[in-house]
């Protein structure tokens, strides 16, 4: 074993006093974050007289504390993304001191979906892993769960219809979005791809290998499972089963990782959405989702009837996708995301002449912007 060489002895006076400054930066930090969390009891104190403890949870003000902290970080050394990290892991203790919230995602242990929760939460909720999206909205729904976090569009792959599906039977808002980089991994307890006799993954994680597969492993069956995670399951207890999943499920199931990196595109994104009971006032950096409907009486052009107030007041369309009503055939409901807050003035003064236009119409959330 080799030991690691000490520093020159002219050098060890100088990297001593460094470490005596960093030891007190740390007993600084650390009374600081102590003040914090009082501070975040006190607010919670005051809520809790009115509410639960959900109710003192506010998604735009998180938003706000971290747009801050990125604006504060111009300058580094730290990366953008690890402070974001730092001050949500803060914030995520600081609001589970009396209760952490409980957060309802698509499991089991292991998922990309759990991966969300930990980034757009921090570590200090209690996540509860759930069989499929239409537990997630009856958990939230119901109560039991605070929030849900549920997949609704992948950059390759398209949208997530069962999620935009259950949107029309609740009464469920979307607090929140998050971002999260896909990045894909052939896993397994077999020691080389060769031994490889099928894989197990989610349609869409086939889907979004689909060119690496073809390549690499042409003619392996491929099973479409629930989730990664049961992939990475299946892939732990069957012999000659590889599974497609993320390095988290690689290390919960115990496999190996026998490819890294295998989705055919680099920039691979799911993108989840956040659901609550409420909707949100302003962060100052939002979107907003909504549901609708033309109206019966239009025969023709209704896409056209149902957008022009947008186009009329300069609001920008981010995505717009079609589902079937389920009311009649050949009927459409549309879930159109735009920028900016539904009580921001030009917003509002569409959505007002929309809604008058459409059979349906439903605000689902005005919600932050994702953040990196």
Not at 36 to 52: C, D, I, T, W
Not at 57 to 70: D, G, H, I, T, W
Request: aromatic share 6%.
């Amino acid at each position: 074993m080799t030991r690691k060489k000490s520093p020159p002895a002219k050098d060890r006076p100088a990297i001593e006093s460094i470490r005596k400054q960093i030891d007190s930066v740390d007993q600084q930090l650390h009374a600081l974050i102590n003040q914090r969390a009082e501070l975040a009891r006190q607010v919670g104190v005051s809520k809790h007289k009115e509410g639960r403890l959900v109710d003192f949870y506010r998604p735009e003000r998180e938003a706000e504390v971290l747009r801050m902290a990125l604006a504060r970080n111009s300058k580094g050394p730290l990366r953008d993304e690890e402070v974001l990290r730092l001050f949500r892991e803060i914030m995520s203790a600081c609001l589970a001191q009396e209760k952490p919230l409980k957060v309802a995602y698509l499991g089991p242990e292991g998922t990309y979906s759990q991966s969300a929760v930990l980034k757009h939460f921090g570590h200090s909720v209690r996540a509860l892993s759930l069989a499929s999206i239409d537990e997630v909205f009856q958990e939230v729904q119901a109560g039991n769960a605070d929030f849900g976090v549920v997949p609704v569009e992948n950059s390759s792959e398209g949208t997530v219809n069962n999620t935009l599906d259950r949107f029309m039977t609740t009464s469920l808002h979307i607090c929140g979005e998050v971002e999260l980089r896909v990045h894909h991994n052939l896993i397994g307890r077999m020691k080389d791809m060769a031994q490889v006799q099928r894989i197990c993954a989610h349609p869409q994680a086939l889907g979004q290998c689909r060119g690496w597969l073809e390549e690499h492993l042409p003619g392996i069956e491929r099973v479409p499972v629930s989730s990664n995670a049961e992939g990475a399951r299946r892939a732990r207890d069957e012999k000659g089963t590889a599974a497609i999943a993320g390095a988290v499920a690689a290390e919960v199931y115990s496999l190996e990782i026998l490819a890294p990196n295998i989705e055919d595109n680099d920039d691979n994104t799911t993108r989840f959405l956040v659901l609550g009971g409420k909707l949100l006032q302003s962060s100052g950096s939002d979107k907003t989702t909504i549901l609708v409907s033309g109206a019966e009486t239009t025969e023709s052009g209704v896409l056209f009837h149902l957008l022009e107030p947008l186009a009329k007041h300069k609001v920008n369309l981010t995505r717009i996708e079609s589902r079937p009503s389920r009311r009649r055939k050949w009927d459409y409901v549309f879930f159109i995301d735009l920028e900016g807050h539904a009580d921001d003035e030009p917003v509002a003064k569409a959505l007002a002449e929309l809604r008058k236009r459409a059979s349906l119409f439903r605000i689902l959330g005005s919600y932050p912007r994702a953040i990196l």
